[in-house]
């Protein structure tokens, strides 16, 4: 309990100042748990009950806040066919071309 409260009031503010591109609010209201919610720039916001949630759970939650774009996951329930390939053809992990020094 010290210790997420801890990280909460301290650790937490030091995350929000290096990273001012999430805000990050801890709301804890009386006889209630604290609730940590992360607000986009685009108006989209998360949030994580911080009820029996340890110091690097709750961590762990705000990074994941700080490398997220705040959209929406949009799932395709058809894949994605078009009439115009990449003129860069199709993408092939093993087709790298590493170049040899001149001889």
Do not use: C, M, W
Request: aromatic share 8%.
């Amino acid at each position: 309990e010290a210790n997420r409260r801890e990280f909460l009031s301290r650790d937490l503010v030091r995350f929000a100042e290096a990273n001012p591109t999430v805000e990050i609010s801890v709301i804890k209201k009386s006889r209630q748990h604290p609730v940590l919610t992360g607000r986009y720039i685009n108006g989209n916001e998360k949030a994580l009950d911080a009820k029996n949630r340890s110091a690097k759970e709750i961590a762990d939650f705000a990074v994941r806040l700080r490398n997220q774009s705040g959209r929406k996951v949009t799932r395709y329930a058809k894949p994605v066919i078009t009439e115009r390939p990449s003129i860069q053809g199709y993408f092939n992990p093993f087709a790298e071309h590493v170049p040899r020094p001149a001889s």
